[in-house]
């Protein structure tokens, strides 16, 4: 406003030398009337015009950051932006486990046939359900796929934060429909790292948030938008044997997959290069009472879940990439739908179709 002022000023230095131009002393006027009311406004709502200063400030930072970030990024290939995801999932892994700098001790009370009244004493911040099996049997470190910690699914490699209830869930337990849901989880997130590594590095890959589709429904899903270069690109049935091929290494390397529970802002910056991840990110984050965000690392490969994972990827077997579907053009790109099956591996079948 006093810039335009001051130009309307010098373009009228002629006219003012004649006498006051109309538009001049309108703009004086304007200018003693907008003055008038800045002071009064202020005396009256100096608190609410500080707040609101402030949470202006935070959103331009926050975008200002986020918009930097992503075009520090867009310049990575597809490698460097894993390689990177995954030493800012080291360094936030290093300062939570930094947060119990003591031993402190915890009860675990285990449930579970043949388990019932045990008690292990184990360490507060660093001890997990995969820990307590390692004090076990063989059976139950290999078998255990999930946790129940005070009834709630609990990965397995998750520390115990307090003395607790333990459950170990395997796929042979009476009911197992929650391992089951899990474990249909990790065969889509092993699928997302698949493709997001199947490509060559100048194209990208965008991984969207994995459909909870249900173990009865015969298959499991993994949503992703591919490089618009590739948007005319059909995969042929030697490309999902190559796809199936890939995913079978994964599974041979028995990877676990890392769980870590994270701020909104640590898990910004790890998927500072993905604007739809940001978005999932902040949508996660208000959905959880605690304010936080999962994330997985199996390998090198970071990634979003809605729901915990199995231990690790040898639990997969009869793993096979069957289809990949286009869902039509939406909001980020040309969207696919790339889908298969796969039974765990202690209840394999020769015929995984007709067992599906």
């Known amino acids: ?18 006498g006051y131009s109309f538009f001049y002393l309108t703009g004086l006027l304007y200018l003693v009337k907008s003055l008038s009311l800045y002071l009064i406004f202020k005396c009256l709502y100096p608190v609410r015009i500080c707040v609101n200063v402030m949470a202006t400030h935070s959103v331009c930072m926050m975008l200002q950051r986020r918009l930097v970030s992503s075009a520090a990024a867009a310049r990575l290939s597809s490698a460097e932006v894993r390689s990177q995801r995954s030493s800012l999932f080291s360094k936030e892994q290093t300062r939570q486990r930094a947060l119990y700098p003591r031993t402190e001790k915890i009860e675990v ?27 076990l049997s063989e059976w139950h470190v290999k078998s255990s796929a999930l946790a129940l910690v005070d009834g709630q ?8 934060t307090r003395s607790c209830e333990l459950t170990l869930l395997t796929f042979k337990d009476q009911d197992p429909q929650i391992a089951n849901q ?10 997302g790292q698949v493709l997001d590594g199947a490509f060559k590095d100048e194209y990208s890959v965008e991984l969207l948030k994995i459909p909870e589709v249900p173990a009865s429904a015969g298959a499991f899903c993994c949503d992703v938008i591919l490089d618009p270069r590739l948007d005319s690109w059909s995969p042929t049935e030697e490309n999902l044997r190559s796809l199936t ?22 898990a ?5 290069h993905s604007r739809y991840k940001q978005e999932q990110v902040e949508e996660s984050a208000a959905q ?27 639990l997969c077997s009869q793993y096979e990439v069957t289809a990949i579907h286009t869902l039509g053009e939406k909001a980020w790109g040309v969207e696919r739908r790339a889908q298969g099956l796969s039974l765990p591996v202690n209840l394999t079948h020769p ?4 067992q599906v």
């Open 153 to 160: 699914p609990w990965h397995m490699h998750r520390p115990l």
């Open 351 to 354: 015929d995984i179709k007709q």
């Open 268 to 272: 910004l910056e790890i998927f500072s």
């Open 1 to 18: 406003m006093f810039s335009s002022l001051h130009s309307v000023a010098l373009t009228n230095r002629k006219s003012l030398r004649h």
């Open 288 to 314: 959880r009472e605690n304010g936080t965000v999962s994330i997985y690392r199996c390998g090198d490969h970071v990634m979003l879940s809605e729901g915990p994972l199995v231990t690790r990827t040898g």
């Open 182 to 191: 899990a474990y249909w989880r990790s065969c889509a997130a092993l699928l």
């Open 245 to 266: 091929r890939e995913a079978l290494q994964l599974i041979q390397k028995d990877l676990p997959w890392e769980p870590l529970d994270v701020s909104p802002s640590v």
């Open 109 to 135: 009370k285990l449930h579970g046939p043949g388990l019932q009244g045990s008690l292990l004493v184990m360490n507060r911040g660093v001890s997990t359900p995969h820990s307590c099996t390692r004090h």
